[in-house]
């Protein structure tokens, strides 16, 4: 059974950086693109960030070159340094497998990791 574990969360003043982890298990996950998404209140869950299974990334422009995705093989972790942190990055944070245009390869997510980026 697949299994995702965000951590990392927290509240962090703006400009301040976090480091999100996410665990995943029940899955070779050595062969799967890894995304990091989120959902800020009152808006759709959005794909922020992607590595490949050869650690290609790419990164939606708002959080371009603030944010870093990064993975572990031997650990089965996906990683998000966030830095420069601004309010509007407020949001749960989750990791899934991304699939076909929005869909994603795994329909059970995570519980997510709640950021909030507030003086």
């Known amino acids: 059974q697949v299994q995702l574990v965000e951590s990392g969360g927290g509240l962090v003043q703006p400009g301040g950086s976090l480091r999100l982890s996410c665990a995943a298990s029940?899955?070779?996950?050595?062969?799967?693109?890894m995304a990091w998404y989120r959902q800020a209140p009152g808006k759709q869950r959005e794909l922020i960030a992607r590595?490949?299974?050869?650690?290609?990334?790419d990164y939606v422009d708002s959080v371009k070159g603030r944010f870093t995705i990064s993975r572990d093989n031997a650990k089965n972790t996906v990683y998000l340094q966030m830095n420069s942190l601004k309010p509007e990055d407020t949001a749960i944070y989750y990791c899934?497998?991304?699939?076909?245009?929005?869909?994603?390869?795994?329909?059970?997510w995570g519980q997510g990791t709640q950021v909030t980026v507030s003086s």
């Open positions: 029940g899955f070779p996950f050595i062969l799967y693109t």
């Open positions: 899934n497998a991304p699939g076909v245009g929005t869909a994603t390869k795994f329909n059970n």
């Open positions: 590595i490949t299974s050869r650690d290609i990334t």
